[in-house]
């Protein structure tokens, strides 16, 4: 039987740095002393008046469709939230709401760019953008980083070619931590006008920067920007897969058309606690950015010193990088020797691009005994192990 060519578009080209973690999962449903930070799924819950607002709203039967771009209430909350966040005024006829910010991307990049087309994005990026902006047909254009893994928009304007429909960028980003500033902003901002290009910009993390913000372009080119966002990392809420776009009226129709024929509408009981939430976002986003600062603090702790390792300090999120070359192992090679011998599994940095391939990726957003036990077992690792069979591991 066949296939449509789309499926081989929606694999992608991380697909095989998450073996290890699920590896570990199944391993962790089978009652094994494993250790997960391959993920970023914070270790703290979804605060208690968002719970409780779900719980209600699913007793008094709110489990019935509602409208594909989200209910007016939670669109106009979004609406309210983002103009916060990133001085643009908006409302809710530019808020469509989705599964996540993934699936907001996934629509943005549908309705954006098609087969012929080019999107360009900056590396080091997530595993799953290659697959999700490649769907529809476009080509991912890589754009490379400088030495400090900051974005080098100095060799952005040579990959600009007719073809191209969009720059893409998460700030702050995963896996990096990093947060675009004002003049890398500007500096992409120029290009978009020159060339006529839309600029989606992921800010599923801009709640865990620092005052729960980032640097945004939304207020200066409101026709072009198209902002992603959700409730996942800043309120603990991953699996209620909350999240939206915000951005040019038309583009809303558009995505609202594609949710239609995608979700037709999302669960009404949790679009009343995303209300909730947003209510609630200047103190849960509070807790997160704390909660995320001081494990990260002791994470590099533990982990100082540690022969062949060098820490890569992010400027926001739950994310580490780890500079693992000087211990003779590729980024791959240590994620598979760690989890072998110490149980702890970790990412493999060369599934964000050619970038981070000598790094690991670690979720430091767990709770403290778990995270220590975890430094304690790799310090172990680097030390005892790789000090002593670096061949051994190589082979």
């Not at 080091?124 to 769907?135: G, M």
């Not at 980083?145 to 191209?164: E, F, H, K, M, Q």
């Not at 979720?363 to 680097?382: V, W």
Request: glycine fraction near 10%; proline fraction near 5%; aromatic fraction near 6%.
């Amino acid at each position: 039987m066949k296939f449509s060519p789309l499926t081989g578009r929606i694999g992608g080209t991380g697909a095989d740095a998450w073996l290890t973690h699920y590896e570990a999962v199944a391993a962790l449903e089978r009652g094994e002393d494993v250790i997960i930070l391959s993920v970023g799924d914070p270790d703290i819950a979804t605060p208690a008046p968002v719970l409780e607002r779900a719980i209600e709203r699913l007793r008094r039967g709110d489990t019935h469709y509602v409208a594909a771009a989200g209910r007016l209430a939670l669109r106009q909350a979004i609406a309210r939230s983002h103009a916060a966040r990133t001085g643009q005024a908006v409302t809710a006829e530019n808020v469509v709401y989705l599964a996540g910010a993934q699936n907001a991307l996934f629509v943005a990049s549908l309705c954006i760019a098609g087969p012929g087309d080019e999107v360009i994005t900056f590396e080091p990026l997530y595993p799953t953008y290659p697959a999700t902006l490649e769907v529809g047909g476009a080509r991912l254009v890589r754009a490379p980083a400088d030495a400090a893994l900051r974005p080098d928009v100095g060799t952005l304007a040579g990959l600009i070619t007719s073809r191209t429909r969009a720059i893409v960028w998460a700030s702050p980003n995963n896996p990096s931590g990093l947060i675009f500033n004002a003049a890398e902003l500007a500096a992409i901002g120029a290009l978009a006008r020159r060339h006529d290009l839309w600029l989606i910009v992921d800010e599923v993390y801009a709640g865990l920067a620092p005052g729960g913000r980032v640097p945004s372009l939304a207020a200066e080119l409101p026709e072009r920007v198209v902002t992603l966002g959700s409730l996942s990392k800043s309120h603990a809420m991953t699996g209620w897969r909350t999240g939206w776009l915000v951005g040019p009226r038309e583009l809303a129709v558009k995505a609202e058309l594609l949710a239609m024929c995608m979700l037709f509408g999302l669960p009404g009981f949790v679009q009343e606690a995303a209300i909730t939430a947003l209510e609630i976002a200047a103190d849960a986003e509070r807790r997160a950015r704390e909660f995320c600062r001081v494990r990260q603090q002791r994470f590099s702790a533990g982990l100082r010193g540690v022969p062949g390792l060098k820490l890569l300090e992010p400027e926001a999120g739950m994310f580490m990088l780890i500079d693992v070359g000087a211990t003779g192992l590729s980024g791959e090679g240590f994620v598979r020797a760690l989890y072998a011998s110490q149980k702890v599994s970790v990412m493999d940095g060369a599934a964000f691009g050619s970038a981070t391939a000598g790094c690991v990726r670690v979720c430091f957003a767990t709770d403290e005994a778990r995270l220590e036990a975890a430094c304690a077992r790799i310090r172990r690792f680097c030390t005892a192990e790789l000090s002593g069979g670096r061949a051994a591991l190589r082979r």
